[in-house]
Nanobody, 123 residues
Framework: QVQLVESGGGLVQAGGSLTLSCAAS????????LGWFRQASGKEREFVAA????????YYADSVKGRFTISRDNAKNMMYLQMNSLKSEDTAVYYC????????????????WGQGTQVTVSS
């Protein structure tokens, strides 16, 4: 059974940095896309970034491109989201997820989700 556990969230000032981690277990992910999503209070969950596990191809939302970096450690089955130049609008609960079927950019394409970690950016 696939399990995803996020960590690393917290409170940070605008302009600061934070790195989120996602521990993935339950199977090998060599043929999977894994992604980061976020959901701000009162808003829909939205795509942030994704990575193809084996080859390392990356995909980003326009809103985070150039500021966030997604990466993975194959040996540890860990995925990361390095977030730099954080803005107040980045405040949200961040989730990692495994793509089941469909577009890497689509929330509905992901079938396994972690419990989320809160990121709060103070201005």
């Amino acid at each position: 059974q696939v399990q995803l556990v996020e960590s690393g969230g917290g409170l940070v000032q605008a302009g600061g940095s934070l790195t989120l981690s996602c521990a993935a277990s339950g199977r090998t992910f060599s043929r999977d896309f894994l992604g980061w999503f976020r959901q701000a209070s009162g808003k829909e969950r939205e795509f942030v970034a994704a990575i193809y596990w084996s080859a390392g191809n990356t995909y980003y939302a326009d809103s985070v491109k150039g500021r966030f970096t997604i990466s993975r450690d194959n040996a540890k089955n860990m995925m990361y989201l390095q977030m730099n130049s954080l803005k107040s609008e980045d405040t949200a609960v961040y989730y990692c997820a495994v793509l089941v079927s469909g577009s890497v950019y689509s929330t509905g394409a992901y079938g396994y989700w972690g419990q989320g970690t809160q990121v709060t950016v103070s201005s």
